[in-house]
Every structure is written in structure tokens, then in C-alpha cells.
């Protein structure tokens, strides 16, 4: 014991001489003493680093303890931020974190004891006493305090007064980049913490909400008492958060088929006359939300603490884990945020680019609940208007390009991260065919990767395993493809056979063709029925055997595909020597079909303008031929049958 006491004072004395010779040179005390060589090439290299992405990789953080002061109305903060982590390299001499210039850090210790650090920009960079090794653990504590700037929507903290309620609140929201402006973080997708500790000292009139349960409010006088908040589950820095005002506390509770133990849904409310009433109902149906994402996605991922609501003045909502922070409440909003419980929280994009997994998902669990909770038809109207945003432009990818993941309005881009995302998880679920697999390759997906982070490919991968089938040109195409394709349709019905021409092109050269099944409703007298045709190329023609006289066909009636119908039209079929071949549509556009009754046999057919000239000609052995009339310039052609001996005309427009 005696040589252990010697020990421990004799390292103090040094890490003491050592901290005091550096401390000037990071602004740290008056000391006058000069950093040794090492020192110097170690603060040389922070103060020249443009990035601390690198030395992100070599450490790994195990959990985090915010113990701040915040009151309602004002962005300002202090108190102290404490990281637990371990060393994933040998050799390891600097922690990187991140944290606006505007923030003042007053002191960081590493186990309690004085640490180096220095700042550039907006890294802070610590520096332990020793070299740490693989597997070395470490707690390090920064105290700081200031008032971040605001800026807009994706401020990291922000206060204002709600215009409907009068009620003054704070409240934090750090995707994609901003938690560096509220408190000092690690800002990886990657490195999740295995557990959170949110603890906010604030006004006695003040309540105030954060991840996980509620452990205790501690009276602390003076006016002040503290909401000790702790989470034990892995969560993304981004996904921490808090959020003070003078609430009200409304709880309802679901119980998911299978569950012995309800979900608690804790709502922090603004305490102001008539706002509970007037969202109530929206709240009370958060029950039901659970209960049904629970079903289709597998159990909910946080369901030993709780799920809940913060309420803040901010547009639309932010699903920080286990406690929402939303501005309204209302039917999309509160289940779009709540599925990102399991999409976006339990398993997080990997990277920015893979946000699909975050928006798409929790888009298209809107979807899912109109679906199921409501009507088809106002599930439908969704779908149709997610597409028609979609189609208003040509372009864009849903995967985001590496170069462009530092763009927020890129990643969280309406028409393509959130609309177009949901409508190819739909389109995923058409090619399926069958709804089993398809919410299968969900709770698959969310049960490999509880808990963690995956891509886009990741999820393509449990696809395949769970269905059996390849998905490599569906990602290709509506992933990491632009666009969507262009459809013209020529249909003629002629007794007990109907005949399609379907031509496909793209909105974009960037995916010039898209392999795809679409559904199309043939109408007849009395009735209707729905065929499902595979576009394998960009012109496909179809013979289809019906008893029905087909009066009108509807390409993709319920919305399953995204696509753009151009030009669809019933042709008027000419008829040439009892039958012995058919041509239409007439007029034509780009193509002109003709059937033939006798296949097999040779026949030679030319064409001519109005004068005689001969144009062109072609001779076919097939039953059908599409004769491309691109080139022909609008007028009127004939077209003769050597066999038959008969001319007839056509009309190009």
C-alpha cells in the first residue's frame, strides 16, 4: 500500500511539471516554461489539421454524461460534459472532439487530474498524459459555458416564444452536424455510445425532457432543481438532445400484441390553458402507433424506458431517441417521428449518403399507417402525391453522393430522401409480391442491426437472404440510379384478343432504361381486371388472350410504380384482305404495329408517301412487326402488300 502511495505521488508531481510547461502555449496558465520537442511537433500537427475525422477512428466512446445548467429562454449553457471511451490503437495521444469557437472551455481532466488541450476551429483536441494503448480505457471531463449563435432550423440549440401558446422554450437539435454547437461531442455516425446520461439544471418553473427515464428531480435551492435523465441504450450523438419550457406531464400507454408490460409514452406539454385539450387526441392515438409498428417492424427497441413527446417551437419534428421533439402534433407528424424509433434511432444510416434508411423508411411508414389505421384509398392519395412531387423534376439520386453529404438541404432533400425514398421501399415491396417477405426483410433488417449503424446495401443484402431474389438492378436503377422512366401505350382490342405496344423511355440519360413490372387495369362493360406486365425492354409488345371487350386500360391504378405516362391511346385497326393483317394505331406517333394472320409465311409490305415514291420496305416471317415512323416527317403514307396485293393508308403526326 505504502509503495503504491509513492507511486501515485511521484507520477502527480510529473504529470504536474509537464502540464505546467505546456499550459501557455494552449492558453492554459501563466506558466513560462517552453513545450518540448514533442510537444511542439504534436501541437504543430493539431493546429494544422483541417479534419479530426482520422483521429475519430482511433478511439471508441462508450458513453456520455451532460450535466448542464439551461433555462427556457436563453441558448446560453454551462457545466461540463464527461466521456468514457477506450483507445482502438496503440499509441494513442490525442482525443478529437468537436465544438464551436463561440463556446468558452474553462478546464478538462482526464480521471479528475488537469489535461492539455487546444482548439482550432472547431476541434478540441485532447491530449492525455500518457500514450494510450489498444483497449485503454479513459474519462475525460470538459467544463465549458457561452451562448451558441442561432441559425436557423438546423441550430443545435435554440429559444424562442411559441406564437400559438405564448409559452417561452429551449430546445436542442443536432442532425446533421450541430451538436458540436451545444455541447463538446464526437460527431461519427459510426460511434455510438453505449449509454447517455442527460442531467439539466434549470428554473424551478421549468420541467425539462431528454433520452431515457427520468431517474429523479433534485431539489437544489436557490430556486433551481435538476432533471436527472439516463438512457442504457447504444444512441448516435445526434439523437441526444433536451428541451426545457414550463411543460405539463400527460401520459398514456400502449401495450403491443404479446406484451406483458405496457409502453409508457411520456408527453412533455406546454403548460398553457387549452393546449393539452387541443392536442390531445392526437397524443392519445400515439397508442395505437406503437402498437402497429410494433406488429409490422418487431417489438419496440426502447420499450424498458419509455417513448415520448418534448414540445417545441420549431417546424415539424426531430426523433430524438425515446423522446421526440415536435413542434404540433398531428397524424403524419407523430407517426412518421415515432417510426424513426426503429428506423433512424435503434439501427442509424452509416453514413449521410445512406439517409434513405432514416427518411425513406419513416416516409413510408406514414404510408403503412394510413394503410392499416385509416383507408386504402387515403393511403393511395398519399402514395400518388408522394410521386407526383417525385416526377417534378427529372433528376437526383436517393443515395447522396459522398461529395454532397456535407449539404444539409442535400441530405434532408423532401423529393428525393423522404418521397421518392418511400415510394422504391413501396416499389420494393411490388417487385416482392408478397407482403410476408416483405415485412419480414424489415424485422430482419432492424434485428441484425439493433443497436448499430448499416447502409443502404446492408439492407439490400438481408432483402436477398430473407426472399431468395436479386435486387442488384433495383438498386442500381432506383437507388443509386436517377429518374424514372416514360411511357407511351398504344392498346387495341379486336374480338377476344387484346394487343399493347408499351415504349419506355427515361426522364434522364442517367438511367436510360429501368427493368420494372407494372400493373395496368383493363376496363370492359360490367367489370374490370388487373394484369401485371415485366418492361424487359424499351419496346415491348403484348398479345393477351381476353373474352372481354376491353374499353379502357389504367396504367399502375394503385400507385405501385413511379413513372410518367406521356401519351397512352386506343388504336383504330385497319383491316386488310379479310383479316390477313392488322395495323394500328392509325394515326400513328413513333411506331406503327402490324399483325399478320398467317406467321411463319414470308411478307413483304413497302412504304410510300402520297405521291407513289417508295420510302422504305421490310419483309417479315413473324406474326407481329412494330415499324419505327420516328423518321417520317407528319403526313400521309401508304403502305402495300405484295402478298395481298392491296394498298391502304396511314397517318403519321
Same mark, same amino acid.
Given at each position: ?34 513545450? +518540448?520537442? =514533442?510537444?511542439?511537433?504534436?501541437? #504543430? ?33 454551462? @457545466? ?18 468537436? =465544438? ?12 479528475? =487530474?488537469?489535461?492539455?488541450? +487546444? ?31 442561432? +441559425? ?12 400559438? &401558446?405564448?409559452?417561452?422554450?429551449? &430546445?436542442?437539435?443536432?442532425?446533421? !452536424?450541430? $451538436?458540436?454547437?451545444?455541447?463538446? +461531442? ?94 390531445? $387526441? ?31 417551437? =420549431? ?15 398531428? !397524424? ?19 453514413? &449521410? ?49 459522398? $461529395?454532397?453529404? #456535407? ?46 449503424? $448499416? ?22 436503377? &432506383?437507388?443509386? @440510379? ?15 384478343? #387484346? ?14 432504361? !429501368? ?7 383493363? #376496363? ?71 399483325? !399478320? ?37 407528319? @403526313? ?18
Amino acid at each position: 500500500m505504502l509503495s503504491k502511495i509513492k507511486y501515485i505521488f511521484i507520477f502527480l508531481i510529473l504529470y504536474l511539471i509537464q502540464y505546467q510547461s505546456v499550459a501557455q502555449k494552449f492558453g492554459l496558465s501563466d506558466a513560462n516554461e517552453e513545450l +518540448s520537442l =514533442l510537444e511542439k511537433q504534436r501541437y #504543430l500537427k493539431l493546429t494544422q489539421a483541417s479534419t479530426n475525422s482520422a483521429l475519430y477512428a482511433k478511439y471508441d466512446v462508450s458513453f456520455y454524461y451532460l450535466n448542464l445548467h439551461a433555462e427556457r429562454d436563453t441558448v446560453a449553457l454551462d @457545466g461540463f460534459v464527461e466521456i468514457r471511451g477506450k483507445s482502438l490503437v496503440n499509441g494513442l495521444d490525442t482525443l478529437a472532439l468537436e =465544438l464551436i469557437q463561440e463556446l468558452t472551455v474553462d478546464s478538462v481532466t482526464f480521471s479528475g =487530474l488537469p489535461m492539455v488541450y +487546444s482548439r482550432t476551429g472547431d476541434n478540441l483536441f485532447l491530449i492525455p498524459p500518457t500514450l494510450l494503448n489498444t483497449g485503454q480505457s479513459f474519462l475525460v471531463r470538459v467544463y465549458y459555458r457561452g451562448a451558441p449563435p442561432a +441559425s436557423g432550423f438546423f441550430s443545435g440549440i435554440n429559444s424562442a416564444v411559441s406564437t400559438q &401558446w405564448g409559452n417561452q422554450v429551449t &430546445w436542442t437539435l443536432s442532425e446533421p !452536424f450541430n $451538436a458540436r454547437q451545444w455541447w463538446p +461531442s464526437k460527431q461519427d455516425l459510426g460511434d455510438k455510445a453505449d449509454s447517455v446520461w442527460v442531467f439539466i439544471t434549470t428554473d424551478t418553473a421549468n420541467m425539462a425532457g431528454s433520452n431515457g427515464l427520468l431517474k429523479a428531480i433534485v431539489p437544489l435551492g436557490n430556486g433551481k432543481q435538476r432533471f436527472e435523465w439516463k438512457s442504457y441504450y447504444p444512441i448516435d450523438y445526434y439523437l441526444i438532445s433536451f428541451a426545457v419550457a414550463r411543460y405539463q406531464e400527460y401520459n398514456v400507454y400502449a401495450k403491443p400484441q404479446g406484451m406483458q408490460d405496457s409502453i409508457l409514452i411520456e408527453n412533455f406539454i406546454y403548460d398553457a390553458p387549452g393546449c393539452l385539450n387541443f392536442y390531445q $387526441a392526437d397524443l392519445d392515438r400515439t397508442k395505437d402507433f406503437v402498437e402497429l409498428f410494433s406488429n409490422l417492424f418487431g417489438p419496440y427497441p426502447f420499450a424498458a424506458e419509455k417513448y415520448g413527446h418534448c414540445q417545441a417551437h =420549431l417546424g415539424g419534428g426531430m426523433e430524438h431517441q425515446t423522446m421526440s421533439t415536435v413542434g404540433a402534433f398531428n !397524424f403524419d407528424l407523430n407517426c412518421h417521428e415515432l417510426s424513426h424509433q426503429w428506423f433512424g434511432d435503434d439501427v442509424t444510416c452509416a453514413t &449521410w449518403s445512406d439517409i434513405w434508411l432514416n427518411e425513406g423508411f419513416a416516409t413510408y411508414a406514414q404510408y403503412l399507417t394510413l394503410q392499416y389505421l385509416k383507408t386504402q384509398q387515403e393511403a393511395d392519395n398519399f402514395m400518388g402525391a408522394m410521386q407526383t412531387i417525385v416526377r417534378t423534376e427529372p433528376g437526383g439520386s436517393v443515395y447522396i453522393p459522398s $461529395a454532397q453529404t #456535407l449539404d444539409e438541404n442535400r441530405i434532408f432533400d423532401g423529393r428525393l430522401s423522404y418521397n421518392k425514398g418511400a415510394v422504391i421501399l413501396h416499389m420494393l415491396r411490388f417487385e416482392m409480391n408478397n407482403d410476408s417477405l416483405f415485412f419480414n426483410t424489415l424485422k430482419a433488417f432492424l434485428q441484425q442491426y439493433s443497436g448499430k449503424t $448499416a447502409t443502404g446495401d446492408d439492407f439490400k443484402v438481408v432483402a436477398e437472404a430473407v426472399t431468395g431474389m436479386n435486387f442488384t438492378t433495383f438498386f442500381e436503377q &432506383w437507388y443509386y @440510379g436517377e429518374g424514372f422512366p416514360v411511357y407511351e401505350i398504344n392498346w387495341l382490342y379486336v374480338p377476344d384478343t #387484346l394487343y399493347m405496344t408499351i415504349q419506355q423511355t427515361a426522364s434522364t440519360t442517367i438511367t436510360p432504361f !429501368f427493368r420494372m413490372s407494372m400493373d395496368y387495369k383493363l #376496363l370492359y362493360n360490367g367489370g374490370d381486371t388487373t394484369i401485371r406486365l415485366l418492361q424487359d425492354a424499351a419496346t415491348r409488345y403484348f398479345k393477351i388472350p381476353t373474352h372481354h371487350e376491353i374499353t379502357g386500360i389504367i396504367p399502375n391504378p394503385a400507385y405501385w410504380s413511379l413513372l410518367k405516362v406521356a401519351h397512352i391511346s386506343q388504336g383504330i385497326a385497319t383491316v386488310v384482305g379479310a383479316a390477313s393483317f392488322l395495323m394500328f394505331p392509325n394515326p400513328c406517333k413513333d411506331s406503327l404495329r402490324f399483325i !399478320f394472320s398467317t406467321p411463319g409465311k414470308s411478307k413483304t409490305l413497302k412504304i410510300s408517301d402520297i405521291s407513289g415514291k417508295l420510302i422504305d420496305s421490310f419483309t417479315t416471317t413473324q406474326e407481329s412487326y412494330t415499324y419505327d415512323t420516328r423518321y417520317l416527317a407528319n @403526313g400521309i403514307y401508304l403502305v402495300s402488300s405484295e402478298n395481298e396485293g392491296v394498298t391502304v393508308k396511314f397517318v403519321k403526326e
